[in-house]
């Protein structure tokens, strides 16, 4: 299974050896924009080029797979910004604005970092009601946030000792008085030395137990900007404001797919640490001896779970991929792929994570072991380019109503594929009866609820089938079948049959199958060169043992306390 990148060794790099978790919280994310950097320049050297970028060639898409960016969700936070919401609207532009040029070459040179600034704290996901403004004096603009629920949530904005940093700003933009729409401008948020003048970021606590990063609330107070600064099409009042927003931000559904990618690459991970510390971990058997806890079918589970969604996830991939970038495809249903996707993986992953964590005992709820730290990662990637509730609702709703269509399962006869078609089946039956249609108040009560199921049901039989077609072992599909049945046991219950008494016993049968192959199966992934966690081997426990602050003292038992204690 050729799973990762070959020519990838950044796991060498210092920013690596680094042990994150000895560091206070400013150094952390210190740490996370020098890891950032790193990998920028690595990819630079392997001609991630300016086109790569902006038609997501496949280097870009092979950037995206680099295992390197699980270990760091903050990093990858500012690489995603970076690379793909900054750097990607930015080049397209060139042609018809060389003066950018510098920028970007300054930018793949990591001397400053790019962020976007679009959603607010008072609206969230409604994008088309932000309230900054940018206002055309005569020489430029004038950036301000009229109030406090007007501000930029949540882009890293704090400065950060040796980068500088820069944002395409959203803002309305007001001639003579008039709301000519929502347009990009280009803003120096903070130099080296510190924030620019006129733009506040209140820095916000620390997410909890995610890899920590500078997330912040940005505000502008009359910021006066250069011509150049606009990076809109046009100045003249849009004809549809709401379309011309929507062509700004075409990388966020890019994104979308993208650090999607990242936790797809998590059941690996999480596989691999689940399978060596229960081989390492023994415990007293019956007879006196030590048994490996990998024995006991309730740690054999999650792992090998996790093991069969890490082969079909790495299958569906691919495909995936080729599905979004195809040109000839609706981009409505491009994004849908995206979608879909994203949904489908962070959803995976969100139970494994604690499925295996736990039967990691104590060591499992320690980030330095990353499991915990994944799992927290990946509700932060949940909503990041889009939340996936949302982003099902719209997708779901689009698809009951036939405005297209999406990718369907290469084996229709599957359990899954089955379960898929049921679910938009029902969905499209009862929305045929309702008279209001989609405005109907049924819609919202009854088909709403049912929106990330259905998605993620597809999710799961388009995966499926592609393993399928990959050579997935048969064990690990069975095993994969199981899992997914698991999640709406009811409805295959009604309509296949499937009893909970039959669900365990194809449970047990794939086990028993996949077992013996679990060691080779976990080999194969390819990925302990990029684990640090400590409880993988006693080599590596010890020697993280030695980095740890040690504490010792010369103070003597209380005696009076323990003899108070006796005497009761």
């Known amino acids: 299974m050729h799973s990762i990148p070959k020519y990838s060794n950044l796991y060498e790099h210092w920013t690596y050896t680094t042990r ?3 560091l206070e ?7 996370a924009y020098d890891r950032a950097k790193a990998i920028t320049l690595a990819w630079s050297e392997l001609h991630l080029s300016h086109k790569d970028i902006a038609t997501c060639s496949n280097r870009f898409w092979d950037f995206q797979r680099d295992p390197i960016l699980l270990l760091d969700i903050g990093c990858n936070n500012i690489l995603a910004c970076h690379i793909n919401l900054f750097l990607g609207t930015i080049i397209p532009m060139l042609s018809k604005r060389p ?6 070459e300054r930018g793949l040179k990591c001397e400053y970092f790019g962020n976007m600034l679009l959603s607010e704290v008072g609206h969230g996901l409604n994008i088309v009601g932000i309230e900054t403004t940018a206002t055309k004096v005569e020489d430029g603009f004038i950036l301000n946030t009229p109030h406090p629920n007007a501000a930029k949530f949540m882009p890293p904005t704090t400065p950060i000792r040796g980068y500088g940093k820069m944002a395409i700003v959203f803002a309305n933009l007001i001639v003579d008085g008039e709301n000519r729409g929502t347009h990009p401008f280009l803003v120096t948020t903070s130099t080296a030395q510190g924030m620019c003048k006129g733009v506040q970021s209140k820095r916000l606590p620390p997410r909890t137990g995610s890899s920590p990063l500078d997330f912040a609330i940005t505000s502008f107070d009359h910021v006066h900007l250069p011509p150049s600064s606009f990076l809109g099409k046009s100045m003249e009042k849009p004809k549809d404001r709401k379309e011309l927003l929507h062509s700004y931000i075409w990388r966020i559904p ?7 990618i990242t936790s797809s690459l998590a059941p690996k991970f999480i596989a691999t640490i689940g399978s060596d510390y229960s081989y390492r971990r023994h415990v007293i058997g019956n007879d006196g001896k030590p048994i490996p806890i990998i024995d ?14 890490a082969y079909v996830l790495h299958a569906w991939l691919p495909h995936a991929i080729a599905h979004f970038m195809d040109p000839k495809t609706d ?6 792929v995206a979608v879909v996707f994203k949904a489908t993986v962070l959803r995976l992953t969100n139970m494994l994570c604690p499925a295996v964590g736990e039967r990691l005992g104590a060591q499992g709820t320690f980030g330095h072991n990353l499991i915990s730290q994944m799992e927290m990662d990946n509700r932060g990637i949940s909503i990041a380019e889009g ?4 982003l099902c609702i719209r997708l779901f709703s689009e698809l009951l109503l036939g405005r297209y269509t999406l990718p369907t399962p290469t084996h229709p006869d599957t359990l899954l594929a089955r379960h898929a078609a049921g679910i938009l089946h029902e969905g499209t039956q009862l929305l045929s009866t309702l008279a209001g249609g989609h405005r109907d108040a049924a819609f919202n009560d009854l088909l709403l609820p049912q929106a990330e199921r259905g998605v993620t049901a597809l999710g799961h039989a388009l995966a499926h089938s592609f393993a399928r077609d990959a050579g997935v072992p048969a064990p690990l599909l069975d095993l994969y079948e199981c899992f997914v049945v698991q999640q709406d046991a009811a409805w295959y219950c009604d309509h296949a049959g499937l009893t909970g008494v039959a669900l365990r016993a194809r449970e047990d049968d794939a086990v028993r199958a996949a077992l013996p192959h679990l060691r080779a199966y976990i080999d194969a992934l390819d990925c302990r060169r990029w684990i640090a966690a400590p409880i993988m081997t006693d080599e590596s426990w010890g020697a993280w043992l030695g ?8 103070e003597p038992q209380d005696e009076t306390l323990l003899a108070g204690r006796a005497r009761l």
């Open 547 to 554: 980095l740890l602050p040690v504490f010792t003292g010369g």
């Open 20 to 22: 994150p978790e000895l």
């Open 331 to 336: 981009p409505r249903a491009r994004h849908g």
């Open 254 to 260: 890019v994104g979308s797919l993208a650090i999607s």
């Open 25 to 31: 919280l400013d150094d952390r994310v210190k740490l």
């Open 387 to 390: 939340d996936i509730l949302v």
């Open 296 to 309: 006991f079918r309730t740690q054999q589970l999650p792992i090998l779970y996790s093991t069969a969604v």
């Open 99 to 104: 003066d950018l040029l510098p920028i970007v």
